[in-house]
């Protein structure tokens, strides 16, 4: 059974910085497309960055340069690094994990794909003041 875990989040005052993790279990962690998401009170939750079996990331376009995901197959832990957080960050960060019939090549810019398909933890709150 999939399982995964965040945490990592809390408050923070805009321009600091968070590291989350995502501890995950249950399956062959290196094969699965690995992703965060958020979603703010009131909106739809959105992609945040991706990264796939051989370490290829994505990111939001807003986000390019502010944070980087990363992950440690030996650990099965998903990073997030966000640097220089704002209020508008403020949101319910989750992992995810969507399997891709072994191994990971693209990873599906639909978040649809992902909340059909994929396996979710339960969220880690991070708030950033002004």
């Known amino acids: 059974q999939v399982q995964l875990e965040e945490s990592g989040g809390g408050s923070v005052q805009a321009g600091g910085s968070l590291r989350l993790s995502c501890a995950a279990s249950?399956?062959?962690?290196?094969?699965?497309?690995m992703g965060w998401f958020r979603q703010a009170p009131g909106k739809d939750r959105e992609v945040v960055a991706s990264i796939d079996s051989d370490g290829s990331t994505s990111y939001a376009d807003s986000l390019k340069g502010l944070f980087t995901i990363s992950k440690d197959n030996a650990k099965n832990t998903l990073y997030l690094q966000m640097n220089s957080l704002k209020p508008e960050d403020t949101a319910m960060y989750y992992c995810a994990a969507l399997s891709r019939g072994g191994y990971c090549y693209n990873v599906p810019t639909n978040i649809k794909t992902w909340v059909d398909f994929g396996y979710w933890g339960q969220g880690t709150q991070v708030t950033v003041s002004s």
């Open positions: 249950g399956y062959t962690y290196r094969s699965y497309c």
